[in-house]
């Protein structure tokens, strides 16, 4: 199991546990329907809230965690997962608190409106008696929240939303967010929040709420915006990829081969983010290479000018081909070759510690990109294996594994089309590497 898996169905259950714990008398059973259905509406706003913390936590991109599930792009998975849960519970706890008055009105449920017993009302000025008397403001409130959250979150999901609306859209959630941690504080059980599960709760909003109101505030606990200006610009026409070239103003702190960074090249836009195909040597330049795989990417040969102010944010991510090792195989598709790109540039200025195979497959071929690519390899002491579709040739892992005979001894480091990176890594690991040997870059932040 992945670290994302772990930490995503771990959490689940210790936040279900730690519920179980707080509230035994659920195990002892309930009495009837209108019972299990306010014992269930409690369990799914506590896991719902949860779990939509957490994703508002992860969204500041904290550094501290980058180590822990293996990079940014973990991180942002690991976001995306929190937000599908969220999205699935919050809609399960909206069923269960609207479900009996829906199967009153068909006649299936009787007695009207259920809402099982209220607690007795309090006057005393206690916090409790403020809870209370705000019940039926966070009850509407939550509800509307809930509307435009479902809204938001299922947006974020449709790919055929631009991203640049789908960034916008997502700026709006953090008020829902803040609605919602309200609804959640005022109609927990009172006296769970007097218990081990009210002190994470407190935990787990307070973050939270401080996450929300940061990023309305265009705040992010990652690294500070560095400013660039584009110094080269080359447009492969035959491959529909720009290089640009970036000269930093003294406040980059560097990177290492592998990593990405967001670039702002538009602000309407917002920042994107990019694999830097360079190594870093300390002059201030950085590269990256934009394949045209959408309308932004697209417009960019025509929008971007020598000269131009860029905001880069970063160095971000793991895929810093550090294995286990000293034998690494590494296999790209298309515009996945940035990174090897710039570790390849890092062995040719300095030591060559692993013994390298370099599978890469494209879609066709440029001869002068492929003459650039082996004379970099050669320079680089990295053995080359190139596959064009264009001439039938194909990659998978049988070719893989008689080209490089000692494929099991290797670190496999893989950037490219995600679901071909899961056919190699499915069919490796069913012939015996361990799964922790197979570092892929998930680059799909949406």
Same mark, same amino acid.
């Given at each position: 199991?992945?670290?994302?898996?772990?930490?995503?169905?771990?959490?689940?259950?210790?936040?279900?546990?730690?519920?179980?714990?707080?509230?035994?008398?659920?195990?002892?059973?309930?009495?009837?329907?209108?019972?299990? &259905?306010?014992?269930?509406?409690?369990?799914?706003?506590?896991?719902?809230?949860?779990?939509?913390?957490?994703?508002?936590? #992860?969204?500041?991109?904290?550094?501290?965690?980058?180590?822990?599930?293996?990079?940014?792009?973990?991180?942002?998975?690991?976001?995306?997962? #929190?937000?599908?849960?969220?999205?699935?519970?919050?809609? *399960?706890?909206?069923?269960?608190?609207?479900?009996?008055?829906?199967? *009153?009105?068909?006649?299936?449920?009787?007695?009207?409106?259920?809402?099982?017993?209220?607690?007795?009302?309090?006057?005393?000025?206690?916090?409790?008696?403020?809870?209370?008397?705000?019940?039926?403001?966070?009850?509407?409130?939550?509800?509307?929240?809930?509307?435009?959250?479902?809204?938001?979150?299922?947006?974020?999901?449709?790919?055929?939303?631009?991203?640049?609306?789908?960034?916008?859209?997502?700026?709006?959630?953090?008020?829902?967010?803040?609605?919602?941690?309200? $609804?959640?504080?005022?109609?927990?059980?009172?006296?769970?929040?007097?218990?081990?599960?009210?002190?994470?709760?407190?935990?787990?909003?307070?973050?939270?709420?401080?996450?929300?109101?940061?990023?309305?505030?265009?705040?992010?606990?990652?690294?500070?915006?560095?400013?660039?200006?584009?110094?080269? #610009?080359?447009?492969?026409?035959?491959?529909?990829?720009?290089?640009?070239?970036?000269?930093?103003?003294?406040?980059?702190?560097? $990177?290492?081969?592998?990593?990405?960074?967001?670039?702002?090249?538009?602000?309407?836009?917002?920042?994107?983010?990019?694999?830097?195909?360079?190594?870093? &040597?300390?002059?201030?330049?950085?590269?990256?290479?934009?394949?045209?795989?959408?309308?932004?990417?697209?417009?960019?040969?025509?929008?971007?000018?020598?000269?131009?102010?860029?905001?880069?944010?970063?160095?971000?991510?793991?895929? /810093?081909?550090?294995?286990? /090792?000293?034998?690494?195989?590494?296999?790209? @598709?298309?515009?996945?070759?940035?990174?090897?790109?710039?570790?390849?540039?890092?062995?040719?200025? @300095?030591?060559?510690?692993?013994?390298?195979?370099?599978?890469?497959?494209?879609?066709?071929?440029?001869?002068?990109?492929?003459?650039?690519?082996?004379?970099?390899?050669? @320079?680089?002491?990295?053995?080359?294996?190139?596959?064009?579709?264009?001439?039938?040739?194909?990659?998978?892992a049988a070719q893989l594994q008689q080209l490089a005979p000692d494929w099991r001894e290797a670190d496999f480091w893989f950037c490219g089309p995600a679901g071909f990176g899961q056919q190699l890594k499915q069919a490796l690991v069913a012939q015996?590497?361990?799964?922790?040997?197979?570092?892929?870059?998930?680059?799909?932040?949406?």
């Amino acid at each position: 199991m992945s670290k994302i898996a772990k930490s995503f169905w771990g959490g689940l259950a210790g936040l279900s546990v730690l519920w179980l714990l707080v509230n035994p008398d659920v195990l002892a059973g309930q009495p009837n329907f209108i019972a299990w &259905r306010n014992v269930l509406v409690q369990y799914s706003g506590v896991l719902g809230m949860g779990v939509m913390s957490v994703a508002m936590l #992860l969204a500041m991109r904290p550094l501290w965690l980058e180590p822990k599930l293996g990079g940014l792009d973990k991180v942002y998975r690991l976001h995306k997962w #929190l937000g599908i849960a969220g999205l699935i519970l919050s809609v *399960s706890h909206w069923l269960l608190a609207k479900g009996p008055k829906w199967l *009153s009105q068909l006649g299936l449920l009787q007695g009207g409106r259920p809402r099982g017993p209220r607690p007795a009302a309090l006057n005393d000025g206690s916090l409790q008696a403020l809870f209370q008397q705000l019940r039926h403001t966070a009850e509407s409130m939550g509800e509307w929240a809930f509307y435009a959250a479902a809204a938001l979150m299922v947006l974020a999901l449709i790919k055929a939303v631009p991203y640049r609306w789908f960034s916008k859209l997502h700026r709006a959630l953090p008020v829902a967010y803040l609605v919602l941690a309200f $609804h959640s504080v005022v109609l927990l059980r009172f006296d769970n929040w007097l218990s081990p599960l009210g002190v994470v709760m407190t935990l787990l909003l307070a973050g939270g709420t401080v996450s929300a109101i940061l990023s309305l505030l265009g705040k992010r606990a990652g690294r500070p915006a560095a400013m660039a200006s584009i110094s080269a #610009l080359d447009y492969q026409q035959s491959q529909q990829v720009l290089t640009v070239e970036l000269q930093f103003e003294g406040n980059w702190p560097g $990177h290492r081969a592998g990593q990405f960074a967001f670039i702002t090249f538009d602000e309407k836009e917002g920042a994107h983010p990019f694999t830097l195909a360079s190594a870093w &040597r300390g002059d201030g330049k950085a590269r990256v290479m934009i394949k045209a795989l959408g309308d932004y990417t697209a417009s960019l040969p025509a929008l971007l000018k020598l000269g131009d102010a860029v905001k880069v944010e970063g160095p971000y991510g793991r895929f /810093t081909f550090e294995g286990k /090792t000293r034998r690494q195989i590494w296999i790209s @598709g298309g515009i996945g070759v940035t990174p090897f790109l710039a570790r390849m540039q890092a062995l040719v200025a @300095g030591d060559k510690p692993h013994r390298v195979d370099f599978f890469h497959a494209m879609r066709d071929a440029d001869e002068s990109v492929i003459a650039r690519l082996r004379k970099t390899a050669a @320079g680089a002491g990295v053995k080359l294996h190139l596959f064009s579709q264009a001439q039938g040739q194909r990659l998978d892992a049988a070719q893989l594994q008689q080209l490089a005979p000692d494929w099991r001894e290797a670190d496999f480091w893989f950037c490219g089309p995600a679901g071909f990176g899961q056919q190699l890594k499915q069919a490796l690991v069913a012939q015996g590497l361990p799964a922790d040997r197979f570092h892929q870059e998930l680059f799909m932040m949406r």
